[in-house]
């Protein structure tokens, strides 16, 4: 079953607009993670949050957590068409390190020149 | 690059047939997660291997097994093949320090079809 729930589903902007993506979730977690996909290939890490912090920056990346409402946003500033891809928030279990990763089902970006 | 590989990149099996994939981990790294993308669909939590044991499970049937083997590389196997296991299967690598979670870094995949 999937944990947590990205939200929009799909989202199409034009370059040099900022891109706001959400994710919501279940139960407590230790962190929660963004990551990429192009075209269904591998994943490639973004950033990881941990429960403690509330933001986070790299580079053109903002994201926000906010554990009172199991929610996090992802945040990609000036976007460039590089970007149009899938995003995932992914979370870690409460509690255990090594545990598996939950995943969302997904933002679709589109980002047109 | 993550410097995680995985093997082969596309297979074509029929229903019934047996198949291995295989994951190279990133080197340090003694972790290895397998994790099944279906279409238009997030990835899903196979197992977890951790210095050469099985360190948690999803919601898969026994058909689905793996190994770690001493150099930290992974193998997913799977039996009895149904059409439904088509899905692209990705494999992530992590350093378990067994403190707190670290970044788990992911291989391309092998996308797998079943007909």
Redesign the interface.
Known sequence: ??Q?EEDPQALSIQEGENATMNCSYKTSI??L?W?RQNS??????LI?I?SNEREKHSGRLRVTLDTSKKSSSLLITASRAADTASY?C?T??GGQ??????????TTLSVSS | E?G?TQSPTHLIKTRGQQVTLRCSSQSGHN?V?W?QQA???????IF?Y?REEE??R??FPPRFSGLQFPNYSSELNVNALELDDSA?Y?C?S?L??????E???????T?LLVL
């Open positions: 079953s999937q947590g230790n962190n993670q990551y269904g290939r591998g994943l490639v890490h990881l941990r995932f992914a870690g279990g390190a090594g545990t598996a990763l939950i995943f969302g089902k997904g | 993550t995680v972790t997660s994790y279409l238009g669909q997030g990835p899903q939590f977890q951790y360190n948690g999803g919601n692209l990705l992530a992590s378990n320090l067994g403190i707190r979670e970044t788990q870094y992911f291989g391309p995949g996308r």
